[in-house]
């Protein structure tokens, strides 16, 4: 269980999160943000500097909202994003891959 | 007296002491035959200035049972502002939340203990550990614990990181390690007063500058030293060319909790270093126990505030934060700054004398004249009380 960024960050894209994340899992994509649940280790700076509220923890949403925000968050690595080959996977930090101006659809 | 020594740094310092045998702790088990000595006019046992247990007993009995200037509240005054200090040997970190509270947290992890934070100041949102990413927030809270969740009866709410108390006076910020202490107000007594009545408006005052230094002596020599202006005609010509400071016009006074001094302009003015004519009409140094230098020469307004801290037995450290009135002249402020940095250097040369000459262990202890050294009795006291205090 990791932390996830809900759509309260669509459009917003304050980006603290991502200058602050340790790890730096979290991934800019054309409306919002999305972290990594395989690289996120769970520190909770996100929700910490997130001026939206849009970073979470996952096991603090109620299981209806988990069931949307958790989905949600992970279409961006485990879907085949608009005008690309393959799932993003695991590229292994957001300063490496870049922002992307696409979001799951 | 000093006013402040930008002292150069002196990696060959001598250090003769090193291989005389000296009394172990705890030295104090003598506190009597001490109060006694004191009584007579003699100093503490020497051996004092160089042993490595006096020092730590210090840290924890006088500086860590302290109210510590530690600041300024310009460098904490928007949320996320922090800096670092130590209080004690204690690391402690200052920050403003977001609520405008003002915290002072003991700045180590309470995971593996590392600093969580390790820059000298700046603005934060959270405070992290670098070591596994403990998340604390601006108020000390523990926010986030990687695996945190995999751990059964794991409290975050009881792993925050350890509050100290803070307070302020004007634009000075002061910690204290205990959670519940005496007021500040009580350490600075009539302090307040007393600048004001001298001429310094601290709502008026602007920060100038800070001066960090290094002494090699222990810190009770470099207090002392400061406390008494005996050595004034002797050792600080161009000090004793701007104030009277022969010992019926030089004002030498203890209060419960500092000593001050009040040294009036010469009457019939020597040819000075700096323009000493002014609002400020006489110049008033202060010394807050244990160890915090407040300083005000005169002339335009202006005050130089910090403390000096043990570094080791045989080294002091220490800083001091210039202020100036908020309509002083830079040309002003440089030539007081050239004099004052002339009796900062005359000072740190006796102290490191001091030092050589007390640790060789060829004189037990000194003789103070209590006309005018009553002050360095009234300190030495001090130490002796707390010291003796379990």
Same mark, same amino acid.
């Given at each position: ?105 | ?157 009881? #792993? ?16 204290? #390690? ?113 160890? #915090? ?98």
């Amino acid at each position: 269980m990791t932390h996830v960024i809900t759509d309260a960050c669509v459009d917003e894209k304050d980006a603290s999160c991502m200058e602050e994340c340790p790890v730096d899992c979290i991934y800019e994509g054309g409306s919002r943000m999305y972290i990594h649940p395989g690289e996120c280790i769970d520190c909770g700076l996100c929700a910490e500097v997130c001026p939206n509220g849009a970073a979470v923890a996952l096991r603090l949403l109620d299981p209806a909202a988990a069931a949307v925000h958790g989905p949600a968050n992970d279409a961006f690595f485990t879907r085949v994003l608009p005008g690309r080959q393959a799932p993003l996977g695991s590229p292994g930090g957001a300063s490496r891959l870049g922002p992307l101006d696409v979001d799951p659809s | 007296m000093t006013t402040h020594h930008p002292a150069p740094h002196h990696p060959a310092a001598h250090h003769a002491a090193a291989h005389h045998p000296r009394a172990h702790h705890p030295a104090v088990v003598d506190a009597e035959a001490c109060s006694a000595a004191l009584d007579r006019g003699e100093t503490l046992p020497w051996t004092w200035y160089a042993d490595p247990a006096i020092t730590a007993l210090e840290q924890e009995r006088i500086f860590r049972r302290s109210w510590s200037y530690v600041g300024r509240t310009d460098q904490v005054a928007q949320p996320g502002q922090f800096f670092t200090c130590e209080v004690g040997g204690v690391p402690i970190v200052v920050t403003r939340d977001r609520s405008g509270g003002l915290n002072a947290l003991v700045n180590v992890c309470r995971h593996r203990g590392a600093q969580v934070v390790r820059e000298d100041c700046g603005t934060r949102k959270s405070l992290q550990c670098f070591y596994h990413a403990w998340t604390y927030g601006l108020d000390g809270s523990l926010r986030g614990v990687p695996r945190g969740d995999r751990e059964a009866d794991f409290d975050t709410s009881q #792993l925050g990181l350890r509050r100290a108390s803070v307070d302020t006076w004007g634009p000075f910020v002061f910690v204290h #390690l205990d959670p519940e202490p005496a007021p500040l107000t009580e350490m600075l007594g009539e302090l307040p007063e007393l600048l004001a009545a001298g001429g310094i408006d601290l709502e008026r005052m602007r920060f100038h500058h800070r001066v960090y230094y290094t002494i090699e002596a222990n810190w009770k020599i470099a207090v002392e030293n400061y406390l008494e202006c005996y050595h004034c005609p002797v050792a600080h010509p161009g000090l004793a060319d701007v104030l009277d400071v022969s010992p019926d016009a030089y004002e030498l006074e203890v209060r419960p909790t500092f000593a001050t001094h009040h040294g009036v302009v010469r009457d019939i003015p020597r040819e000075a270093g700096y323009p000493v004519q002014g609002p400020v009409v006489e110049g008033q140094y202060h010394l807050v126990w244990p160890s #915090l230098k407040v300083n005000v020469n005169p002339g335009q307004p202006n005050l130089s505030f910090g403390p000096v801290h043990p570094a080791g037995p045989e080294r002091t450290t220490g800083y001091l934060d210039y202020f100036f009135g908020d309509d002083v002249d830079e040309a002003w402020i440089k030539a007081m700054l050239a004099f004052d940095d002339q009796v900062g250097a005359e000072d740190t040369d006796l102290v490191e004398s001091v030092q050589r000459g007390a640790s060789s262990g060829g004189v037990e202890r000194g003789r103070l004249l209590l006309g005018s050294e009553h002050t360095i009795s009234a300190f030495q006291r001090f130490v002796l009380g707390r010291l003796r205090e379990d």
